[in-house]
């Protein structure tokens, strides 16, 4: 009997897929909103080859929640969190286009490669990107997301300055280890800029992403940005209060 599935020889034809970019396996990001991404960076090639770009030559795409809902087999609950999550991140930018016309959403994808030698990683620069020239991104609701030339915001750092390449500084020392167990790294200037940011809350911050990325195996491409998005989601009142407490008493089950 002829079974549904076969095995892969030299002449098979391979099935249509996405692509699935290796920086996400460590980003603390959701695996909706993982499989989100890898979606809408194929419809981006797509607009590439169809001249979908604005008039600072920026590649975008246009494509409704209810349809990417439908593609994903996922509720328009869920897909609008995984869109929110890709914000957070640094990885997706928003652009609303006034009443009744569309969105439209602009990729964005970390600008330098990283390439690993022995035990220690150095940072290699990618080709310059047309938008590499730009002042800023795709702005919402008015107000540019941030300006390249200028202060970067928490959601350029989480993808433009990558761990490894903190840990080649020309002008300071190498990322010093923080929190409880010694797990979060971060250069001099990030700690005070994080100091002057959150005067009276930073080290509670720290513990709790300490233990948090202890009791879960998680790693960051930036420790700065992780904090800071673990600051807005303290401001909004959904921050993880450290580890969740699992005990019982006697007679109890979990």
């Known amino acids: 009997m002829r079974t549904i599935t076969e095995y892969i020889t030299a002449d098979t034809i391979m099935p249509l897929f996405f692509r699935y970019p290796r920086f996400l396996l460590k980003m603390d990001l959701s695996q909706t909103a993982k499989l989100l991404y890898s979606l809408l960076l194929d419809r981006s090639e797509l607009s590439q080859k169809n001249g979908w770009q604005d008039s600072e030559g920026r590649t975008y795409i246009v494509y409704p929640v209810s349809e990417i809902a439908e593609m994903l087999d996922k509720g328009s609950t869920a897909i ?31 600008q330098v490669p990283v390439v690993q030698f022995s035990d220690h990683m150095t940072a290699i620069q990618s080709e310059k990107r047309p938008s590499d020239s730009r002042k800023s991104d795709p702005h919402k609701d008015g107000k540019p997301t941030f300006a390249l030339d200028g202060k970067p915001t928490p959601n350029q750092l989480t993808i433009n300055k990558l761990k490894e390449n903190q840990l080649k500084g020309a002008s300071e020392k190498p990322p010093a280890p923080f929190g409880r167990y010694k797990n979060i790294f971060l250069s001099e200037s990030e700690y005070a800029e994080l100091k002057e940011e959150y005067p009276d809350r930073l080290e509670r911050f720290i513990e709790e992403l300490s233990q948090h990325i202890a009791a879960n195996g998680k790693s960051y491409i930036n420790y700065a940005a992780a904090i800071r998005i673990w600051a807005g989601r303290d ?3 959904t921050g993880k209060k450290g580890i969740p407490d699992y005990s019982y008493k006697e007679g109890e089950s979990l």
């Open 80 to 110: 609008k969190a995984a869109l929110n999550e890709l914000d957070a991140a640094g990885l997706l930018v928003r652009e609303r286009r006034g009443f009744s016309a569309p969105n439209r959403l602009y990729v964005k994808i970390p």
């Open 235 to 237: 401001r909004k009142g």
